[in-house]
T-cell receptor
Framework: GAVVSQHPSWVICKSGTSVKIECRSL??????MFWYRQFPKQSLMLMAT?????????EQGVEKDKFLINHASLTLSTLTVTSAHPEDSSFYIC??????????????FGPGTRLTVL | ELKVEQNPLFLSMQEGKNYTIYCNYS?????LYWYRQDPGKSLESLFV?????AVKQEGRLMASLDTKARLSTLHITAAVHDLSATYFC????????????FGTGTRLQVTL
């Protein structure tokens, strides 16, 4: 149980285009999902907290107009990188917070999406 | 602001040896996690530590928590090559949305 998927697992795009990444909780409902970014050989940095049915909360220094987050249902959050540039190339990982049961309040991580912007 | 530091950042050790990774955090928290990450992969949950004095063990890995010192350790016993990976600790912020703050990570390389 508590499986989180991401799609796509990797994507290559041209500079200036937009890319959408999906994060799904497959077997549980997640009122909150988190988006992280990880550059090579670095730690995970939280970008934003996504709450179902409301606006995302962005961490300091993260451009909300560039990284659009939508959490339209209890099992799906999307991150859209708009007008992507090479410096946006990174490993994007989502997590979903389990809202009930023995694993209450725990985060479960997706497999990650590797974005390469040419 | 919660800060989480790990040391060492890089650890090269021979098979069969023991070593400890340290995780210090700056403010009180109710939960500390250890994760493993293999190259190109996401995080694998290893341990969650909930209270002062908590100790958990799985195979050659043992994690402990001292909330008074704001310190957690991940001890590796008789390392094997398969343990080569990057290990992260993460501390849960009390309060809003249960956010996690990750440590810098420790890249462990176990040589034959």
């Amino acid at each position: 149980g508590a499986v989180v998927s991401q799609h796509p697992s990797w994507v290559i795009c041209k500079s200036g285009t937009s890319v959408k990444i999906e994060c799904r909780s497959l077997d549980f409902q997640a009122t909150t999902m988190f988006w992280y970014r990880q550059f090579p050989k670095q730690s995970l940095m939280l970008m934003a907290t996504s709450n179902e049915g409301s606006k995302a909360t962005y961490e300091q220094g993260v451009e909300k107009d560039k990284f659009l987050i939508n959490h339209a249902s209890l099992t799906l959050s999307t991150l859209t990188v708009t007008s992507a540039h090479p410096e946006d190339s990174s490993f994007y990982i989502c997590s979903a917070r389990y809202a009930g049961g023995p694993a209450y309040n725990e985060q479960f991580f997706g497999p990650g999406t590797r974005l390469t912007v040419l | 602001e919660l800060k989480v530091e790990q040391n060492p950042l890089f650890l090269s050790m021979q098979e069969g040896k023991n070593y400890t990774i340290y995780c210090n955090y700056s403010t009180t928290s109710d939960r500390l996690y250890w994760y493993r990450q293999d190259p190109g992969k996401s995080l694998e949950s290893l341990f969650v530590l909930l209270s002062n004095g908590a100790v958990k063990q799985e195979g050659r890995l043992m994690a402990s928590l001292d909330t008074k010192a704001r310190l957690s350790t991940l001890h590796i016993t008789a390392a094997v090559h398969d343990l080569s990976a990057t290990y992260f600790c993460a501390v849960r912020n009390t309060g809003t949305a249960s956010k996690l703050t990750f440590g810098t990570g420790t890249r462990l390389q176990v040589t034959l």
